[in-house]
């Protein structure tokens, strides 16, 4: 289903969220995972888009994959780190000819050695650009991010939210959210936006902890805050992955129970290709095979 038409049926629609795997054999595993995890009936899966390397043009071709062979809801990431305006609708093109409608569209972050975004000189220079440029074409259904913890280069939080405005203005319809690990984030982010007279579906992302080096990583990156309580927890299992992982299925059935309770029309797990995680915290509540 469309992306504007998904969220309205009341149930919660869940997501999951997929990356491009870098060797073939990797791949065939994803795809075993998608099988496995398509017996949940997520509303789509979405496949990341890198911000350069070579795993880049895999992500239409897994998407094409996932769409015409697998015959799942496909969401496309795309981002305009490093590409012209022309490389970008090339994208789109080979988006929209593997019948993929629904589009995370995304700025994206610049390589490491380079900390401040600098635009192609004959790119799109922010996510408006490219989101505008994809609602040029009524085929497209676009999510745009949002930064419960306010994103990094951020002037401050009104900042933050008048520029998600604008990208729900250049077209976008629904927002997911970078991962939060305490769900106060998420609701106080919720106040902001609905003050703001935004009326978009917001679908939190949920992080299901594989390792603790992996999440402190992951959370140093996306400027996501690791509480105490969950600090003590993390302490535990530094070199136990097994445990984290437990422990990381126990905190997301907590939030994510919390989050329904409170009304959102969805969840979007970032699965990381795999699907153990994501079927627990699934059947913890209820909503599993
Ligand atoms: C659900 C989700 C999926 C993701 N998937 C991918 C992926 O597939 N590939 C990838 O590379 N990255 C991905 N990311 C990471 C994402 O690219 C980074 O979080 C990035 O730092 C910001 O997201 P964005 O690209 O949507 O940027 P934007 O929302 O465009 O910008 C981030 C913030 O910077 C400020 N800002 C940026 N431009 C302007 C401007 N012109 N004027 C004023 N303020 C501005 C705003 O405060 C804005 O909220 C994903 C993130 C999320 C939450």
């Known amino acids: 289903m469309?992306?504007?038409?998904?969220?309205r049926s009341g149930k919660p629609e869940i997501s999951i969220e997929m990356f491009p795997p870098k060797t073939p054999e990797a791949a065939e595993k994803l795809f075993e995972t998608v099988e496995r995890l398509r017996r949940i009936q997520p509303a789509f899966f979405s496949m990341t888009y890198g911000a350069g390397g070579s795993t880049r043009n895999l992500t239409i071709d897994l998407c094409d994959r996932l769409k015409n062979k697998s015959q799942v809801e496909t969401t496309c990431h795309l981002n305009i780190?490093?590409?012209?305006?022309?490389?970008?609708?090339?994208?789109?093109?080979?988006?929209?000819?593997?019948?993929?409608?629904?589009?995370?569209?995304?700025?994206?972050?610049?390589?490491?050695?380079?900390?401040?975004?600098?635009?192609?000189?004959?790119?799109?220079?922010?996510?408006?650009?490219?989101?505008?440029?994809?609602?040029?074409?009524?085929?497209?259904?676009?999510?745009?991010?949002?930064?419960?913890?306010i994103h990094p280069e951020a002037k401050d939080r009104a900042a933050d939210i008048a520029y998600l405005k604008r990208k729900l203005e250049a077209g976008g319809c629904v927002i997911i959210t970078q991962l939060f690990l305490d769900n106060a984030y998420f609701f106080e982010f919720m106040q902001h936006v609905r003050k703001a007279g935004i009326t978009a579906p917001v679908i939190p992302?949920?992080?299901?902890?594989?390792?603790?080096?992996?999440?402190?990583?992951?959370?140093?990156?996306?400027?996501?805050?690791?509480?105490?309580?969950?600090?003590?927890?993390?302490?535990?299992?530094?070199?136990?992955?097994?445990?984290?992982?437990?422990?990381?299925?126990?905190l997301a059935t907590r939030m994510c129970k919390e989050l329904l309770k409170s009304g959102v029309p969805g969840l979007h797990f970032y699965a990381l290709n795999r699907a153990h995680s994501t079927e627990a915290i699934l059947s913890n509540l209820g909503l599993g095979i």
Request: glycine share 8%; with cysteine.
């Open 81 to 149: 780190i490093g590409q012209s305006k022309t490389e970008t609708r090339e994208n789109l093109k080979r988006i929209k000819a593997a019948g993929v409608y629904n589009l995370l569209a995304l700025r994206g972050d610049p390589p490491r050695d380079q900390p401040d975004f600098k635009p192609h000189p004959d790119g799109f220079h922010s996510s408006v650009e490219l989101i505008e440029e994809a609602h040029k074409d009524p085929w497209f259904s676009i999510a745009v991010t949002g930064f419960p913890e």
């Open 2 to 7: 469309r992306l504007d038409q998904l969220y």
């Open 205 to 250: 992302g949920i992080l299901p902890i594989l390792s603790v080096p992996q999440l402190r990583r992951f959370a140093a990156l996306c400027g996501s805050t690791i509480p105490p309580a969950v600090e003590k927890e993390l302490a535990k299992y530094e070199t136990n992955d097994e445990g984290a992982v437990q422990y990381g299925i126990e």
